[in-house]
């Protein structure tokens, strides 16, 4: 493809975890930032350019340690490419520091704009490796890439191998790229092949079995049923996501392993089915929630209110403090104003809203 002038890029956010899912399950929702990148001239005094527009537009950074310039330049790296003087505008809906994947829209939105801008010489699945590699972690990349509820799976074994009796808590993920480029060690070296995406690939169904297609991750849609109506609480203060990862432990026990396990089957099944009885068990979990619930005042009174109101189920919403409630239309609205009352008590004030999934992903247009 030739390349273009100016593109712009809507991006979802996304709830990540899911309850037992941690680190691998996440969906994209209805709420989105939107990042316009044009070219600028090569003469131009300026080679970089951001504009932020939105509620908490004053927050983002428009230097060049902008997460989304700093995808840009990213991908021009990988393709060994200097990239071209650009002028960057942000338009920002999902708020920050929320548990919403507000650095995942950055990710996606700043490794798209580049690919088209560039031609698009890379596929989907080659700019969904480098997203994954530059946050660290698939779930909340992946559904904002792609759309819908996708559950994410190493094909790599972990390295170094897994400590005796538990998991460790970045297992089996890699740590985020140092700024500007990407480990020797990446597995996005040697790189995939470039043009198209492979008969083999894992966003192509059905997905190709035991590793076959040679790709770092295996992605699986899952299905999610209509009658499943996600309420989302976003809070009024922020919770970081290195503070959140901070109090969670180095191991864990067989027994919450195998829990956890068990539980992220069972949820899959249930979000397919829409199996109300599945879905109240299958939310537990004791890898991450535990730990993080005493970072997010008034959460058993949230809870608690939300369950009373006819919720299924409440969960943080990736590392927090966002709270995101399972019910059915009959009461998503007396779910809202349960969470709202209990939050309101300890002296939050908070968004809350039945919000709707994004079937679409990041969306290009020009």
Known sequence: MPETSTVTVTVPATTANLGPGFDCIGAALSLYNHFQFSRLESSATEKLKITVTGAEAAKVKTDDSNLAYVAFVTLYEYLNQSPPPVAIHIDMQVPLARGLGSSATAIIGGLVGANELAGAPLSQVE?????????????????ALLGGCRLAASNTPP?????????REESPLTPPLSKGGLREESPLTPPLSKGGLREESPLTPPLSKGGQGGVPWEICDIPWHP??????????FELSTAEARRVLPS??????AIF?????????RA???????????????????????SLIRGYEAVQEAALNAGACGMVISGAGP???????ATNAVAVETAMAVAWGEFGVKADVRAIGLDSQGAQISS
């Open 227 to 236: 009658d499943i109506v996600p309420v989302v609480a976003i809070p009024d």
């Open 271 to 293: 979000l397919a089915t829409g199996d109300r009885d599945w879905l109240r068990c299958a939310l537990q979990d004791k890898i991450h929630q535990p730990y993080r619930r």
């Open 127 to 143: 700019v969904m490796q480098l997203a994954i590699e530059l946050e660290g972690h698939p779930d909340n990349v992946v559904p």
């Open 322 to 328: 966002t709270l995101l409630a399972l019910t059915d």
């Open 159 to 167: 390295q170094p191998p897994l400590s005796k009796g538990g998991l």
């Open 260 to 268: 956890n396990a068990a539980h992220l089957g069972l949820l899959v």
């Open 251 to 256: 191991d864990y026990s067989r027994a919450d």
